[in-house]
């Protein structure tokens, strides 16, 4: 089994500028297989440059009737040379077929057909973990308040509630470019450097 091309697009902003240099962007919704095939096809971007006249060149990729499970689609963005975003949303295009799909005849996907594949478990198997910071058994939370951050405290081996307002400054130093030494420091209430 084989890549099949895409190419073309004709592609232009809302104003009619061909989007000459531009850029479009296509990923699968999920990794999927190769049917027939122990392959993967990966859900990572391809970017692809268009030329001088709005067009796509000759591109490969998987179709979606190759993969498995069905019900893939290729999430497509569409920018500018200059990086602005040219469609208000993504468009979703399924490839099928058996020939090269000019992408001027392309018609977007409905999103309600189009199905994502959550994994069911994530990470080592066991007894979940806490759904809350104060559920962590390295955790000791007292009187909360607005503007509170965790600080870890060496002294009781867990992370504590400390607030900006009495959080110590911090000092340091830096070297200039004549190769003077200059004193900082930085206070979080103030929220800016001061030159001792």
Known sequence: MAKIDIYGGNFMDSAGNVLAGGKLILRLNNAAVVMNTAQIASSNPILITLDNTGNAPNTPLWFND????????????????????????????????????????????????????????????????????????????????DGDMLQYSVATGK????????????????????????VVT????????TVD
């Open 66 to 145: 190759q993969l498995s499970p069905s019900g893939t689609a290729y999430i497509a963005d569409l920018f500018s040379a200059s990086g602005a975003k040219c469609w208000s949303t993504s468009q979703l295009w399924s490839f099928t077929g058996t020939g090269t799909i000019n992408l001027d005849t392309m018609v977007p996907t409905l999103a309600s057909e189009l199905v994502f594949y959550v994994p069911t478990e994530i990470g080592p198997t066991g007894p979940p973990g806490s759904t809350t910071i104060a559920g962590c058994t390295d955790v000791d939370l007292t009187s909360l308040q």
């Open 186 to 193: 930085y206070g979080y209430v103030r929220n800016n450097w």
């Open 159 to 182: 992370w504590v509630n400390v607030n900006l307002d009495t959080t110590p400054t911090v000092t340091g130093a830096y070297l200039s470019a004549d190769g003077s030494c200059t």
